[in-house]
């Protein structure tokens, strides 16, 4: 604002008295900003075993960093949850946090999310458009099951990581950005470095720091309390119920324990969860199913399980997945870990 003199003493003063109110509001929302923060939970993670308290203190020591964090853990245990609350935790918590999922994405489209492309690019390509790291800038790019990344597209990626520069897809002029990288995945990065899959420089590039997340089966005493809060206030689940859930080992994990509630909550009467509400699987576990095997393990226990899921839908993943509650793509990767090889179904089983 600016006054033309000569002008009106009161002028001055109805002057100055706004600029002072637009100081104080400005002032005030920062401090209802702050109250804010401090109210709502430090992240959404829900646990208070060792395991989960050893992941919390890795957050708290590593989150201000800016050094590329790797997180590795089975499907569902959270990895996402612990890459925002990582950004939440740094300097860049008031920048964006952008997630992008390799497995669903082929390494073309890969590229033209990650990089962006121009106009004319490839056929489709009617404008430009950024990618994820332009979007990102300033901010931390979390990319999930970076294990499933295409060859090509690792190099590109380790490009961008050591100096920071890329190029748009179909574009000659080079960029810079200042992103922080998460990345995550349920595969073991060092055996697929071995094996030829990985590229070893860009495994110790994202591997800084890795953070190991437990199973939700190893997270001794939490599964009442995510039991709890996945339900709501107004819901209650009975002893003999809540038991059983916890007998049961849990291949999807967290995600699968979701899944279980919100299934359990669409059957019950009223706000009760009784057994008869739960999973066949979990509420009557086959008398067949062996508690653990030889070796003792509990991998074991889960590489048998799905062996027996499969048996009983006749190697149909679709139905072996959901009788397991998690999604056929978790399903495949569990094949994948355990090594499980499947036939097709009219082969393993004849007809009736």
């Known amino acids: 604002d600016y006054l033309t003199k000569p002008f009106p003493l009161a002028e001055l003063e109805l002057l100055i008295q706004k600029a002072y109110e637009r100081r104080q509001l400005g002032k005030e929302n920062r401090q209802l900003r702050a109250l804010l923060e401090r109210s709502q939970p430090k992240w959404n993670l829900i646990g208070e075993s060792a395991a989960m308290r050893e992941v919390y203190r890795l957050i708290e020591r590593a989150g201000p960093s800016d050094k590329a964090i790797l997180i590795c853990g089975e499907s569902g245990t959270g990895k996402e949850l612990v890459a925002r609350a990582l950004h939440k935790n740094s300097s860049r918590a008031h920048k964006p946090l952008v997630a992008i999922n390799c497995t669903a994405l082929s390494e073309s489209l890969l590229e033209s999310e990650l990089f962006g492309h121009e106009k004319g690019a490839f056929t489709g390509a009617s404008a430009a458009k950024p990618g994820l790291f332009e979007i990102a800038d300033g901010g931390t790019l979390f990319i999930d099951e970076i294990g499933d990344m295409p060859g090509l597209m690792q190099a590109k990626l380790l490009r961008v990581l050591e100096d920071g520069s890329f190029r748009r897809v179909g574009s000659h002029q080079e960029r810079r950005v200042n992103v922080r990288v998460i990345s995550a995945t349920h595969r073991d990065l060092a055996e697929e470095v071995r094996q030829g899959r990985f590229r070893d420089d860009l495994y110790y590039r994202i591997n800084v720091m890795s953070i190991d997340l437990p199973p939700l089966r190893e997270r001794t005493g939490d599964l009442p309390l995510l039991i709890s809060h996945f339900l709501g206030p107004d819901w209650k689940i009975e002893k003999d119920a809540l038991e059983r859930m916890e007998r049961y080992h849990w291949p999807g994990n967290v995600r699968q324990l979701i899944n279980v509630i919100e299934r359990?909550?669409?059957?019950?009467?009223?706000?009760?969860?009784?057994?008869?509400?739960?999973?066949?699987?979990?509420?009557?576990?086959?008398?067949?199913?062996?508690?653990?095997?030889?070796?003792?393990?509990?991998?074991?226990?889960?590489?048998?399980?799905?062996?027996?899921?499969?048996?009983?839908?006749?190697?149909?993943?679709?139905?072996?997945?959901?009788?397991?509650?998690?999604?056929?793509?978790?399903?495949?990767?569990?094949?994948?870990?355990?090594?499980?090889?499947?036939?097709?179904?009219?082969?393993?089983?004849?007809?009736?």
Not at 296 to 304: K, N, P, Y
Not at 306 to 324: F, H, P, S, Y
Not at 332 to 338: I, S
Request: hydrophobic residues 40%; charged residues 30%.
């Open 264 to 352: 359990a909550k669409i059957l019950a009467d009223g706000h009760v969860i009784t057994k008869d509400d739960l999973p066949a699987e979990i509420a009557k576990p086959s008398v067949h199913q062996p508690a653990v095997d030889m070796d003792g393990t509990l991998a074991a226990l889960e590489r048998a399980r799905i062996i027996e899921a499969l048996d009983q839908a006749r190697g149909n993943k679709t139905r072996a997945a959901q009788a397991l509650g998690i999604t056929r793509r978790s399903l495949y990767r569990l094949l994948d870990k355990y090594n499980i090889r499947t036939e097709p179904a009219e082969s393993r089983f004849p007809p009736a």
